[in-house]
Each structure stands twice: as structure tokens, then as C-alpha cells.
């Protein structure tokens, strides 16, 4: 497994899920943007420190989103939900998040894809036969339409995949904590505008740096920064 050091630990982690060969991240870094973030990654320990990463993949799911599925999970809909579709030919959508940066972006970034294209990410949520869900992202080529959303066009076979099998425990688990995690900065952002003069309903966006860069390491266009 590879384990951060003290002094290397991602400060914005909240909660990790490890599965095999794969493990998906929640983070705390977006809650400016009203956006919970997901990294998910899949790796290889038998290549070198560094390039141990196979697939890569940031996702970031809006807060109204994020708290729906907290209530569906830990009402029991949502694991109701999944058991309907046991035995089914195809796994059930639960749920999909569609996000991605523009070509457009990108390019201004200096980051542009070689095809020109825009970059999609997709995470779905799923039921599944051998555990209660299967959660799954996808990131590739797309294309922005009318409305500004970054339609894939990868079809069957996208750049960066992980898959990882969740129980009801772990995802109520992980959607609870983390709604917990962002009450508790919306709230520390209340207290710190008491009495001031800002405005309450920033929630402390003015304090963010706005240098987002498509890197995998930093923040998306989907949270409408810029």
C-alpha cells in the first residue's frame, strides 16, 4: 500500500476506501465550490516509485448531490434500490455524475488534449451482484454541447477507469462522514463572518486562489471557479 508519511499525509483527506489495486479518496479541498472531491486510482506496486499510478481520475459531485445520497443511503432506499436489480442482465444506475473540463479550458491552461477535444469525467454509481454497489469512474475524450456540459465520447473503451466494490456500511459510512466533514466548515465559515462585514453568502469563496490548472492535482472547471 502506499502510505503517505506524517509529514506527506494529504491534509484535505477525509476518509480512504482501498480495494484491490485501486482506492478512492474523499477530500475536503472543494468545499468553496459547494463540491465534494473524489480521487479515484488504480496502481502497479511492481513499477517504480512515482509511476506507480495506472489510472487516475478526479471527480467532483455537487453538495445538494452529496446530501441526497446520504439520506437516500442511510434511509435504506438506496440499498433498497440496488437489491431490485439483483439478477438483472445489467447492473441498475443509481446514480451518475457527468463533469469535465472544456477544450477551451484546457487549451488556456496549456494543458491541451493532442485530439483537441474536451475532457470528460463521469462517475455511476451502480448495483451489483457479489456486493451491495459497485461505484465507478471514467475519464476521456468529450465534447461541450449547448448547454456546457462535457458530453463523453470515448464509447466503450475510456482513457482512465477504477472500479471499486462498496457494502451499505462503507458507502453510508463514507457519505455521512463526509456531509458531516462540510457541516462543520459551513458552520466554521458562519462563525467567522460574525460580525464582519463580508458577505455571508460567500462562505469564504473570497479567500480561494483562482489558479486552477487540469493537472490532476488541482481544481476542475466543473465547480465553475473562473
Same mark, same amino acid.
Given at each position: 500500500?502506499?502510505?503517505?508519511?506524517?509529514?506527506?499525509?494529504?491534509?484535505?483527506?477525509?476518509?480512504?476506501?482501498?480495494?484491490?489495486?485501486?482506492?478512492?479518496?474523499?477530500?475536503?479541498?472543494?468545499?468553496?465550490?459547494?463540491?465534494?472531491?473524489?480521487?479515484?486510482?488504480?496502481?502497479?506496486?511492481?513499477?517504480?516509485?512515482?509511476?506507480?499510478?495506472?489510472?487516475?481520475?478526479?471527480?467532483?459531485?455537487?453538495?445538494?448531490?452529496?446530501?441526497?445520497?446520504?439520506?437516500?443511503?442511510?434511509?435504506?432506499?438506496?440499498?433498497?434500490?440496488?437489491?431490485?436489480?439483483?439478477?438483472?442482465?445489467?447492473?441498475?444506475?443509481?446514480?451518475?455524475?457527468?463533469?469535465?473540463?472544456?477544450?477551451?479550458?484546457?487549451?488556456?491552461?496549456?494543458?491541451?488534449?493532442?485530439?483537441?477535444?474536451?475532457?470528460?469525467?463521469?462517475?455511476?454509481?451502480?448495483? /451489483?451482484?457479489?456486493?451491495?454497489?459497485?461505484?465507478?469512474?471514467?475519464?476521456?475524450?468529450?465534447?461541450?454541447?449547448?448547454?456546457?456540459?462535457?458530453?463523453?465520447?470515448?464509447?466503450? *473503451?475510456?482513457?482512465?477507469?477504477?472500479?471499486?466494490?462498496?457494502? /451499505?456500511?462503507?458507502?453510508?459510512?463514507?457519505?455521512?462522514?463526509?456531509?458531516?466533514?462540510?457541516?462543520?466548515?459551513?458552520?466554521?465559515?458562519?462563525?467567522?463572518?460574525?460580525?464582519?462585514?463580508? *458577505?455571508?453568502?460567500?462562505?469564504?469563496?473570497?479567500?480561494?486562489?483562482?489558479?486552477?490548472?487540469?493537472?490532476?492535482?488541482?481544481?476542475?472547471?466543473?465547480?465553475?471557479?473562473?
Amino acid at each position: 500500500m502506499m502510505a503517505n508519511s506524517n509529514n506527506e499525509r494529504n491534509q484535505s483527506q477525509i476518509l480512504r476506501i482501498d480495494g484491490r489495486n485501486c482506492f478512492i479518496e474523499v477530500k475536503s479541498d472543494s468545499f468553496e465550490f459547494d463540491k465534494m472531491h473524489l480521487e479515484f486510482a488504480t496502481y502497479d506496486m511492481s513499477k517504480p516509485a512515482g509511476q506507480r499510478y495506472t489510472n487516475h481520475i478526479h471527480i467532483y459531485v455537487s453538495i445538494n448531490d452529496w446530501f441526497a445520497l446520504c439520506c437516500e443511503a442511510a434511509s435504506g432506499a438506496l440499498l433498497y434500490q440496488a437489491r431490485q436489480h439483483k439478477g438483472a442482465a445489467t447492473p441498475g444506475l443509481l446514480y451518475e455524475c457527468l463533469g469535465g473540463t472544456s477544450a477551451k479550458k484546457l487549451a488556456s491552461y496549456g494543458n491541451a488534449r493532442a485530439d483537441k477535444k474536451s475532457l470528460s469525467r463521469v462517475m455511476k454509481l451502480l448495483s /451489483a451482484e457479489k456486493a451491495d454497489y459497485l461505484l465507478i469512474a471514467d475519464s476521456g475524450p468529450g465534447e461541450e454541447n449547448a448547454t456546457g456540459l462535457i458530453v463523453p465520447k470515448w464509447g466503450k *473503451n475510456p482513457e482512465n477507469h477504477v472500479a471499486i466494490s462498496l457494502n /451499505a456500511r462503507t458507502l453510508t459510512g463514507m457519505l455521512c462522514l463526509a456531509k458531516a466533514h462540510y457541516e462543520a466548515w459551513l458552520s466554521s465559515q458562519y462563525m467567522k463572518n460574525i460580525g464582519g462585514n463580508s *458577505n455571508r453568502n460567500d462562505y469564504g469563496k473570497n479567500d480561494v486562489k483562482k489558479n486552477g490548472v487540469e493537472n490532476g492535482k488541482s481544481f476542475a472547471d466543473d465547480m465553475e471557479m473562473f
